[in-house]
């Protein structure tokens, strides 16, 4: 095997387990003895179906997903989803409440990033409804410009009765991520929806960057949960929902109503009546998907993955506090509200960031350019990133602030 890789800290695609793409390349020439490769098999073979079938049940098993929710496959991204939430959730809403118009329907926006940001534009956009920002924490940084913290509970200010209720667990470009920890003030404020677990609140989460890192806090008053497999569980192509029965909705029948008609390849129906197989999926996709979560599941499940996660963001962030000391680095996410998987900083003084970069380059680390659009240096800690590789980027930062 070609083992000139080096250590990928690229926000996605990301890294993935060199065992699983071993195993995929034997895959890929001969899937499960059918003398037939994945990208080759057709999507409706018994030994694909069962594929699937099984992958499905590795993420129900791990996440603790509950029956009152189904588990979809789809395509498009997350980006898709920005539009397909909106959609299917303002149908589900007309069904419920047919003698509402767009000016009565409310869509709440938690705005933490530009992720966040941009579902909500795309929401405006689409129209069928009024966008609530709930709540934008910019208005929270020094500047009013940056994302760099999750809100105080304080501030969110929800509609009475929205047609979905929409955030972002992880901002992947802004470095900002909700706390799984009920009693810190970074937490999702759960408790200001009311209700309870069956009150069935249409509360929408983007996974994308964050899925299958840790356990999903609250995961059954979810209403959708979405994520693209790109970061933590397989290479692009493959988008993953877990969607409350409810929120299955006959979208033409909506229509029917004055809702928007529904492009059938984002209707949640169509998704779930077909079982994932409306329309050729993304075999290989599925396939490094199945295998990187099989081989989860072999290491102990995401406990293990918790955990260590948790150290290595946790040593990371020890580090950038001691070059922060040193007055060499600035992190750019306030105390408490740093994320897990994409830590943000910045390398102080001219050309300083530049140095970083190529240092780490010339030591075999890279994806650690921040995105464009922030600019700084953002190391992401995806679940294939090892510890040790951690440890080797923390020795160079150590080596630089010196
Ligand atoms: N949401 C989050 C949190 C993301 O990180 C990304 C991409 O990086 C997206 C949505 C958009 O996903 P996609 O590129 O799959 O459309």
């Known amino acids: 095997t070609d083992h000139a890789r080096i250590a990928n800290f690229g926000a996605g695609p990301s890294a993935l387990p060199v065992s699983v793409l071993e195993e995929a390349t034997k895959g890929l020439m001969n899937f499960q003895q059918t003398g037939v490769g994945i990208a080759e098999?057709?999507?409706?073979?018994?030994?694909?179906?069962?594929?699937?079938?099984?992958?499905?049940?590795?993420?129900?098993?791990?996440?603790?997903?509950?029956?009152?929710?189904?588990?979809?496959?789809?395509?498009?991204?997350?980006?898709?989803?920005?539009?397909?939430?909106?959609?299917?959730?303002?149908?589900?809403?007309?069904?419920?409440?047919?003698?509402?118009?767009?000016?009565?329907?409310?869509?709440?926006?938690?705005?933490?990033?530009?992720?966040?940001?941009?579902a909500a534009e795309e929401a405006r956009r689409l129209g069928g409804g009024q966008v609530n920002v709930v709540v934008d924490s910019r208005q929270f940084s020094e500047s009013g410009k940056a994302f760099d913290s999750i809100p105080p509970h304080a501030a969110y200010r929800f509609s009475p009765d929205p047609a979905l209720i929409y955030y972002c667990e992880n901002e992947t470009v802004d470095g900002v991520e909700f706390s799984h920890d009920d009693a810190s003030p970074a937490s999702f404020p759960y408790h200001l929806l009311g209700g309870g677990t069956n009150a069935l609140v249409p509360l929408v989460a983007d996974y994308s960057s964050s899925f299958m890192c840790r356990p999903i806090p609250h995961l059954a008053d979810h209403a959708i949960i979405y994520a693209g497999a790109q970061k933590n569980i397989g290479p692009a192509g493959l988008t993953i929902l877990i969607a409350r029965e409810d929120c299955i909705v006959d979208v033409d029948a909506a229509a029917k109503l004055g809702t928007t008609p529904v492009p059938l390849t984002l209707s949640y129906k169509t998704l779930a009546d077909s079982g994932s197989l409306y329309n050729t999926p993304p075999v290989l996709s599925i396939y490094i998907a199945g295998l990187v979560l099989e081989r989860m599941q072999r290491h102990g499940g995401l406990k293990h993955y918790e955990e260590t996660n948790k150290?290595?963001?946790e040593k990371l962030y020890a580090a950038l506090r001691e070059g922060e000391?040193?007055?060499?680095?600035?992190?750019?996410?306030?105390?408490?509200?740093?994320?897990?998987?994409?830590?943000?900083?910045?390398?102080?003084?001219?050309?300083?960031?530049?140095?970083?970069?190529?240092?780490?380059?010339?030591?075999?680390?890279?994806?650690?350019?921040?995105?464009?659009?922030?600019?700084?240096?953002?190391?992401s800690l995806y679940n294939a990133i090892t510890e040790a590789e951690v440890d080797q980027l923390i020795a160079y930062i150590k080596e630089f602030v010196q």
């Open 41 to 118: 098999i057709s999507h409706r073979s018994k030994e694909f179906q069962a594929f699937l079938g099984n992958l499905e049940s590795l993420i129900r098993t791990q996440l603790d997903v509950p029956p009152t929710h189904r588990i979809l496959f789809t395509q498009g991204g997350g980006s898709a989803q920005f539009s397909a939430v909106v959609l299917n959730l303002l149908a589900r809403y007309r069904l419920l409440h047919p003698e509402r118009n767009t000016e009565e329907t409310v869509l709440d926006y938690v705005v933490t990033g530009s992720w966040s940001k941009k």
């Open 311 to 313: 150290r290595k963001a």
């Open 325 to 379: 000391g040193k007055g060499v680095l600035r992190r750019k996410v306030k105390e408490g509200s740093g994320s897990w998987m994409n830590v943000v900083f910045e390398v102080v003084g001219p050309d300083a960031e530049k140095a970083f970069l190529e240092g780490a380059e010339a030591r075999g680390m890279t994806g650690l350019k921040g995105h464009r659009s922030v600019g700084g240096v953002r190391v």
